[in-house]
């Protein structure tokens, strides 16, 4: 994930690190979410058939405290994110890219909790290496859709 980070180099020393370390934490978790369940690492093909009920149960029931802890990363991120933007030069509540990009993370937490909710009504037989496929997909694609449409605008809000 190549989240801001041409962005991130206009950044003061501190601030720069604060961004690249939660963009660290969220390429993290994506790479765990991928080896949460033996069945959908990277490469395996498999499915959980061969998995019996209580170990495919516990893989399904971990899905839950993965979207939490991402949703508790991606807020604080965002809010961090947002504190720097403002403390730029030039760069109020007003500014267009500012409102753009926080309305960008506004709808990515509400997509964040709709996972929730999705995840919370999967069936229980569903083969959980498909459902940590699907989640995983569907959270990279979302993080690096709001890399690559906000990259330009980040930078144009961190230069003075
Ligand atoms: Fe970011
Ligand atoms: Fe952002």
Redesign the pocket.
Known sequence: MLL?DQAVKNLGAEDYLVIANEHALLEKFLDNLREACACCKLGEQKSCTTCDPEKRASCQGRLPSFLYYVIDLAAKH?DH?EKIMLSRPHVTEDYRYFQL?HQ??ADIMEKLNSLVDKCFALDKLNNPANIYRQFHQTLSDIFAA?DLE?DDP?IGSTKS
Do not use: G
């Open positions: 801001h965002f994110e990009h960008a993370h709001h906000f980040f």
